[in-house]
């Protein structure tokens, strides 16, 4: 339904800027350059000026110079020229411009038209979905959201820069880090190790952490978790969607006070436990983590809170424990393929919050006996190619032969564990080992002898 007195206007347009801006183009090679950094093929209003620009990039992509002759020739050859307004209109264009010197503000006034009349067509289509009742009222508001961040991404001008003009910027970062003396760029894990070969959880990276059952996942989430919000006091998010709250936060309880979780649970704590116990819940009462307990989280839902706590509370990284329950909403699609569309959107929405998310992730059974690689992750190949980092949490097993069990850990004891960075879209690879403190699930970087 259009809004009162919008129903007969034309939508907004410079048919002048539009000449103008493709009469540059045929005037002068570099122009067409100039012009691409903001416009695109459909950009135009009239649908002659559209296939003027279109046949003009297809001259250029030939490393033929565009010109009225060249230009027509090509809409002749692809049966457009009565659509362009015939040889007529081609020729005109070049007497619009005197020159093509304010080619970058004319091709910025049609590009700013062409977004008006795109925010024009999603508001039709929103406003259309409004009214149908089949659908839900969240997947229209994800919908809104996702058209209009696409319009916004799409829109981002491309460009080059000197070297000389890149130079002072960089001297100045590295100035920077001189005076401060921080040693990551990035939100640091908490994990020495690790941090020196990321730098830290860097801002848009897409970070998937993945191992097989009972190896700690949720426990090295959380422990990172603790690590930035207890001891770093940046804000910080942690979405469960296998663990209730309460048991997270339990986790964290003994993690701080060393006790073991099973004394806690159960209950089996001894008086003089209990000064450790509040030191512990005083530092977590200040630690700005906020957790989200959302079984059965559909995908919808979860990018909905993402941006709501992100623009609540500030928070600088989120963790999601884990991919494999996040449910699509298309959920008659094969599952590799629901998992394909939830990668991408959760890399998406890392880029769109400009924050690193952590993914936890399933590996394949295969990956127990073995050292996981890239191939090893669980539903699809999509996540490997999306995600900008990957680690993967590995302990060779000792299997009693007899048997065939695994021998039971004594729970006091701390458990080498490998941290692999297998994937790192900006920096090294490597091995980063670990002690996993069973009885208080917790990981601490591996004390080095020496």
């Known amino acids: 339904?259009?809004?009162?007195?919008?129903?007969?206007?034309?939508?907004?347009?410079?048919?002048?800027?539009?000449?103008?801006?493709?009469?540059?183009?045929?005037?002068?090679?570099?122009?067409?350059?100039?012009?691409?950094?903001?416009?695109?093929?459909?950009?135009?209003?009239?649908?002659?000026?559209?296939?003027?620009?279109?046949?003009?990039?297809?001259?250029?992509?030939?490393?033929?110079?565009?010109?009225?002759?060249?230009?027509?020739?090509?809409?002749?050859?692809?049966?457009?020229?009565?659509?362009?307004?015939?040889?007529?209109?081609?020729?005109?264009?070049?007497?619009?411009?005197?020159?093509?010197?304010?080619?970058?503000?004319?091709?910025?006034?049609?590009?700013?038209?062409?977004?008006?009349?795109?925010?024009?067509?999603?508001?039709?289509?929103?406003?259309?979905?409004?009214?149908?009742?089949?659908?839900?009222?969240?997947?229209?508001?994800?919908?809104?959201?996702?058209?209009?961040?696409?319009?916004?991404?799409?829109?981002?001008?491309?460009?080059?820069?000197?070297?000389?003009?890149?130079?002072?910027?960089?001297?100045?970062?590295?100035?920077?880090?001189?005076?401060?003396?921080?040693?990551?760029?990035?939100?640091?894990?908490?994990?020495?190790?690790?941090?020196?070969?990321?730098?830290?959880?860097?801002?848009?990276e897409f970070i998937i952490i993945g191992a097989r059952p009972s190896i700690g996942k949720t426990a090295l989430a959380l422990s990172m978790a603790a690590n930035i919000t207890i001891k770093k006091k940046i804000p910080a998010a942690f979405f469960t969607l296998e663990m209730p709250a309460m048991a997270l936060v339990q986790r964290l309880i003994s993690m701080e006070t060393r006790i073991g979780s099973e004394l806690l649970r159960t209950g089996f704590i001894k008086t003089s436990d209990f000064p450790a116990i509040l030191a512990a819940a005083g530092d977590i009462n200040e630690a700005p983590l906020f957790i989200m307990d959302m079984p059965n989280m559909k995908l919808l839902d979860l990018r909905a809170q993402a941006r709501r706590i992100r623009s609540r509370e500030n928070v600088g990284i989120i963790f999601i424990d884990y991919l494999g329950l996040i449910s699509s909403e298309n959920s008659h699609m094969p599952r590799y393929e629901q998992m394909s569309e939830i990668s991408r959107s959760l890399k998406s929405l890392a880029r769109e919050l400009n924050i690193p998310i952590v993914v936890l992730c399933q590996l394949v059974r295969e990956a127990e006996k073995e050292r996981p690689n890239l191939s090893s992750i669980r539903d699809t190949g999509s996540i490997e190619q999306d995600a900008d980092v990957v680690m993967f949490l590995h302990r060779e097993r000792e299997y009693d032969k007899k048997n065939g069990e695994q021998p039971a850990a004594n729970p006091g004891e701390g458990i080498k564990t490998s941290l692999i960075l297998a994937k790192q879209r900006n920096g090294p690879v490597g091995t980063v080992d670990l002690t996993f403190m069973s009885k208080y699930a917790k990981f601490e970087s591996m004390i080095k002898k020496n």
């Open 1 to 204: 339904m259009a809004a009162p007195g919008l129903k007969d206007k034309i939508p907004p347009h410079d048919d002048e800027a539009e000449r103008a801006v493709l009469g540059a183009m045929l005037m002068d090679a570099d122009a067409i350059g100039a012009a691409m950094q903001y416009l695109r093929a459909g950009d135009f209003y009239s649908n002659a000026n559209n296939r003027v620009f279109e046949a003009i990039l297809g001259v250029y992509d030939k490393s033929v110079k565009a010109d009225i002759l060249t230009v027509t020739g090509e809409l002749r050859q692809s049966g457009k020229l009565d659509e362009a307004g015939g040889s007529a209109y081609v020729s005109s264009l070049t007497s619009v411009v005197p020159s093509s010197a304010n080619i970058e503000y004319y091709a910025k006034t049609v590009q700013s038209y062409a977004l008006r009349r795109a925010l024009l067509r999603v508001s039709g289509e929103i406003s259309a979905k409004i009214f149908n009742e089949s659908m839900e009222s969240r997947m229209i508001l994800e919908e809104t959201q996702q058209r209009i961040f696409e319009l916004s991404d799409n829109r981002q001008a491309f460009s080059y820069q000197s070297v000389k003009a890149l130079l002072p910027g960089a001297i100045q970062i590295i100035e920077n880090q001189f005076k401060t003396k921080k040693e990551y760029t990035g939100i640091p894990s908490g994990y020495d190790d690790l941090d020196k070969l990321t730098s830290g959880f860097q801002p848009s």
